[in-house]
Every structure is written in structure tokens, then in C-alpha cells.
């Protein structure tokens, strides 16, 4: 998770506390999956500001 910027990070760890709660055996596991699913979210919420702030040529 050293390699995730902060904002990613935050939302790897709430994304694997979630995991836990909800009873997640293997914790490699859930840190594994937990950066993959923040890094989609980063990810996503990149292209979204990129298109939001794109206007159309008229």
C-alpha cells in the first residue's frame, strides 16, 4: 500500500476494514483485493473529473 498515492490509500483501508467486518479470513487476501478495488475507484473518479470538465466544441 506504500505505492498508493494518499487519497487511494485511505480508500484501500476503508475498503479492507470493510472486509474484515465482514468477516474476511485472509488478511493478504483482503489487502490484495482491497488495492485492486481502490485502485479501480482512483481510477474512475480520475476519467469522471477529466469528463466533467471537458466541453463539447461548438
Known sequence: ?????????????????????????DKQQVVALSVDQARK????????SLNSSWQPRL
Do not use: C, F, Y
Request: glycine share 4%; hydrophobic share 45%.
Open 1 to 25: 500500500m506504500r505505492s498508493l498515492n494518499p487519497s487511494t490509500r485511505a480508500k484501500a483501508i476503508e475498503i479492507a476494514n470493510r472486509m474484515l467486518e465482514q468477516g474476511a479470513l
Open 41 to 48: 475507484w482512483a481510477r474512475m473518479a480520475h476519467s469522471e
